[in-house]
C-alpha cells in the first residue's frame, strides 16, 4: 500500500509540473523546424536573384514555429552578404516586398493568391506543406517514410519568377 501511495504521489507531482506533455504528444513537438530554417536557409545561398537590394527579405505566412528558428538564423547570419529580415505577412500582397515568402502549413490555401501576385516577380514561394510544389510553389518540404525531411522542387515555377536554381540544388531535392 505505501509503495501504491508513492508511486501515486510520482505520478500526480510529474502531472503537476508537466501536465500537458502528460497526456497528449503534440505533432509540432515531432517536427525540428530548426532543420526547416537550415533548409530555406541553403536555399536563400543556392538560388541566385536578380538586384537584391541592402537586405535579403523572409516573409511568413501564417503562424508556424519556423519563425522562431528562422529569426534565430537572422541573428547569425547573413544572406548573400545582406542582413537577413523576418517578418510575418497576412495577405498574399504583402508578399511583393519579400524575396523569400515561407507559407506555413496553416496558410497553405493562399497559394493560388500568392501565385497571382508575385507571377514574373523575383520571390521565391517555399511551402512548410508537401505538395506545394507540385501546385506551383518553387519549393515545399516533404518527410519521407523513414522521417527523413527533404524537398521538392518545381523548376518552372522557380524560373519563372526571374531565378536561377542551380544543379547543385536540384540534385538534392526531388523534381515534380
Do not use: C
Not at 514574373?120 to 512548410?128: A, F, M, T
Not at 521538392?152 to 531565378?163: D, G, R, V, Y
Amino acid at each position: 500500500m505505501r509503495r501504491t501511495v508513492k508511486y501515486l504521489l510520482i505520478l500526480f507531482a510529474a502531472l503537476l509540473l508537466n501536465p500537458v506533455r502528460a497526456f497528449h504528444a503534440r505533432a509540432q513537438d515531432d517536427v525540428d523546424y530548426k532543420a526547416y530554417s537550415l533548409f530555406v536557409y541553403n536555399f536563400i545561398k543556392y538560388i541566385e536573384w536578380p538586384n537584391l537590394d541592402a537586405e535579403f527579405r523572409i516573409g511568413v505566412m501564417g503562424d508556424s514555429p519556423v519563425l522562431k528558428e528562422l529569426q534565430n538564423l537572422a541573428k547569425a547570419k547573413k544572406a548573400k552578404g545582406k542582413p537577413i529580415v523576418i517578418k510575418v505577412i497576412s495577405s498574399p500582397e504583402e508578399a511583393l516586398g519579400y524575396h523569400l515568402v515561407y507559407i506555413s502549413s496553416s496558410k497553405s490555401s493562399t497559394l493560388k493568391a500568392l501565385l497571382e501576385k508575385t507571377k514574373g516577380k523575383p520571390v521565391l514561394l517555399v511551402g512548410e506543406r508537401e505538395g506545394l510544389a507540385k501546385k506551383g510553389a518553387g519549393l515545399s518540404f516533404i518527410t519521407m517514410d523513414d522521417d527523413v525531411l527533404k524537398f521538392e522542387f518545381n523548376k518552372t515555377a522557380i524560373e519563372s519568377n526571374q531565378l536561377k536554381i542551380p544543379s547543385a540544388l536540384t540534385n538534392l531535392g526531388l523534381p515534380i
